[in-house]
Antibody, heavy 119, light 107 residues
Framework: EVQLVESGGGLVQPGGSLRLSCAAS????????MNWVRQAPGKGLEWVSY????????YYADSVKGRFTISRDNAKNSLYLQMNSLRAEDTAIYYC????????????WGQGTLVTVSS | DIQMTQSPSSLSASVGDRVTITCRAS??????LNWYQQKPGKAPKLLIY???SLQSGVPSRFSGSGSGTDFTLTLSSLQPEDFATYYC?????????FGQGTKVEIK
């Protein structure tokens, strides 16, 4: 059974940093491209970042470029999102999602982890 | 960047109704269009990929159509468990842009 479990969310002050993790199981992690998607309270889904199975290439939404860094450790079946210079508008539930073959659909999602940026 | 626009943003319907949600891309995306359902407090769930392919386990009352820039999600007979928010998403490029969502509420 495919499982994605996020962790690392919490309360952080503006300007602070946080590192999210996503533990994958039930599939050959290195074979799949992965993404982070976020959802601000009461708002829609926003794609945040993409990483290929090998770790390159990598892409970011303009809203996080230069502040967030996506990475993965295929030996540990884990995906990460390092978030620096956090702003109030980064407050959201962050989901990791697996990108399916062929059509790039997000076929499996984690349960999400809440990041709150507030003083 | 490819922009995705859904309509309507919300709708009210009754159990048994036929419901249609549309999604328009700012440029041609062929059939790289996906639909997700999200219920309150839950992660999104894939319903339809490649514009019209039903994800495994999804009831056949859900269907998708379209290509190029205009796409449709249809629920043939709305069930109580279908009240949720629906999102389209383009996967033509790796920046997987989502539409703003359509909330389906009980009339």
């Amino acid at each position: 059974e495919v499982q994605l479990v996020e962790s690392g969310g919490g309360l952080v002050q503006p300007g602070g940093s946080l590192r999210l993790s996503c533990a994958a199981s039930g599939f050959t992690f290195r074979n799949y491209e992965m993404n982070w998607v976020r959802q601000a309270p009461g708002k829609g889904l926003e794609w945040v970042s993409y990483i290929s199975g090998s770790g390159s290439p990598i892409y970011y939404a303009d809203s996080v470029k230069g502040r967030f860094t996506i990475s993965r450790d295929n030996a540990k079946n884990s995906l990460y999102l390092q978030m620096n210079s956090l702003r109030a508008e980064d407050t959201a539930i962050y989901y990791c999602a697996r990108r399916g073959y062929s059509y790039g659909h997000f076929d499996f999602w984690g349960q999400g982890t809440l990041v709150t940026v507030s003083s | 960047d490819i922009q995705m626009t859904q309509s309507p943003s919300s709708l009210s319907a009754s159990v048994g109704d036929r419901v249609t949600i549309t999604c328009r891309a700012s440029q041609s995306i062929s059939n790289y269009l996906n639909w997700y359902q999200q219920k309150p407090g839950k992660a999104p769930k894939l319903l339809i990929y490649a514009a019209s392919s039903l994800q495994s386990g999804v009831p056949s009352r859900f269907s998708g159509s379209g290509s190029g820039t205009d796409f449709t999600l249809t629920l043939s007979s709305l069930q109580p468990e279908d009240f949720a928010t629906y999102y389209c998403q383009q996967s033509y490029n790796t920046l997987g842009t989502f539409g703003q969502g359509t909330k389906v509420e009980i009339k």
